[in-house]
């Protein structure tokens, strides 16, 4: 559905994109995870026709995505990083803007403001200005300010950025729920847990580049090891780790210890050590890892440094 080919955008010394290539389906809840300033708003915009790629290209259906493309362009719909409304105006008004933009005809504007400001339970305050909204109200504005044109493809930006926990599950079960009857999304983040929670396919990345890309079992099954294990540093005695070292890598994390455990390796390894050692299991702590630990795998950085 989209082809996006050796796609490269500098700003002046900054290489923002360094010939990205990445294909996304039809009916994907895409995720696009990276940390601040990787480019992933970068390649959003490029890709909604804000700004041009200086080399490679983007296209839909095989119809090129750009500036002058209008009618394919119009295909997409962009929620943007930084939330884009009137905060003097109401959120009815604030949509009649965006159908105005989009030449929508004010019959059918008017039944999908409403359509969509009751999805996003906001029919009810509708005429309400929208600087008295919460920061998960003007998000949800944001994002349907963005569906009034009925697009083919969802591009999110960081759209749970400054929400609160429930906004932020209003938000997710929304698109999920516009995905399940045919809305392509790209849903852009440094959370991963938003990622791993929403998404069929995720593209990792790093300083403008492409570093990881899959489902989530696809990525983790590219970390050299299975699972961690935690333990406090008052208990780890030489003989612990030295035992510990045979199963995997043994390192200091803050006030802790991290086994990082090699595959296929038994569990029942790790619990005969523990009992030769005289430790109780409840002093150490198993944990699954998570894409936070692909990324670290890949790059020795976390998410959010
Ligand atoms: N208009 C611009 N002028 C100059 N540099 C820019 C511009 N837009 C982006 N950059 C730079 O390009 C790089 C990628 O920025 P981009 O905004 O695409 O990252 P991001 O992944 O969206 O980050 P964040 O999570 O902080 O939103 C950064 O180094 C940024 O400073
Ligand atoms: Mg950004």
């Known amino acids: ?10 700003f002046k010394r900054v ?13 994907e809840f895409f995720g696009l995870l990276g940390p601040n300033g990787a480019g992933k708003s970068t390649l959003m915009n490029i890709l909604s026709g804000y700004l041009e790629a200086d080399e490679g290209s983007a296209s839909l259906d095989g119809q ?5 493309n209008e009618k394919t ?13 009137y905060e003097d105006l109401s959120a009815l008004q604030n949509l009649e803007i965006f159908g105005k933009l989009y030449q929508l005809p004010s019959k059918s504007l008017k039944e999908r403001m409403e359509f969509w400001l009751n999805k996003v339970q906001l029919w009810e305050r509708r005429n309400d200005k929208v600087k008295t909204f919460s920061g998960g109200m003007k998000r949800r504005v944001n994002l349907v300010s963005s569906l009034l044109h009925e697009p083919k493809i ?45 998404c069929s396919r995720i593209a990792i990345i790093d300083n403008g580049e492409i570093i990881g890309l899959g489902t989530r079992e696809e990525l983790m099954a590219k970390l050299p090891f299975e699972d961690e294990v935690e333990f406090a ?3 780890a ?3 612990l780790l030295e035992a510990f070292r045979a199963l995997g890598e043994v390192e200091p994390i803050k006030e802790k210890y991290q086994l990082r455990v090699k595959p296929n390796i038994p569990m029942s390894r790790i619990h005969q050590i523990i009992e030769d050692e005289n430790l109780s299991h409840r002093q ?14 890949m790059t020795g950085r976390s998410l959010r440094e």
Request: include cysteine; charged fraction near 25%; proline fraction near 6%.
């Open 64 to 68: 090129p995505l750009n500036a002058a």
């Open 237 to 239: 005695r030489p003989s």
């Open 1 to 10: 559905m989209i082809a996006i080919e050796s796609v490269s955008k500098r």
């Open 154 to 198: 969802l591009m999110c930006d960081e759209p749970t950025v400054g929400v609160d926990p429930q906004s932020r599950n209003a938000i997710f079960e929304f698109l999920e729920e516009q995905n399940a009857v045919g809305l392509t999304i790209i849903y852009t983040t440094h959370y991963m847990e938003e990622v791993e929670r929403l």
């Open 233 to 235: 540093k008052e208990i």
């Open 15 to 27: 290489e923002a994109l360094k010939g990205v290539s990445l294909d996304i389906e039809e009916g």
């Open 284 to 297: 150490f702590q198993f944990k699954q890892p998570t894409l936070e630990a692909v990324f670290l795998s």
């Open 73 to 85: 362009r119009l295909k997409m719909g962009l929620v943007p990083q930084s939330i884009s409304l």
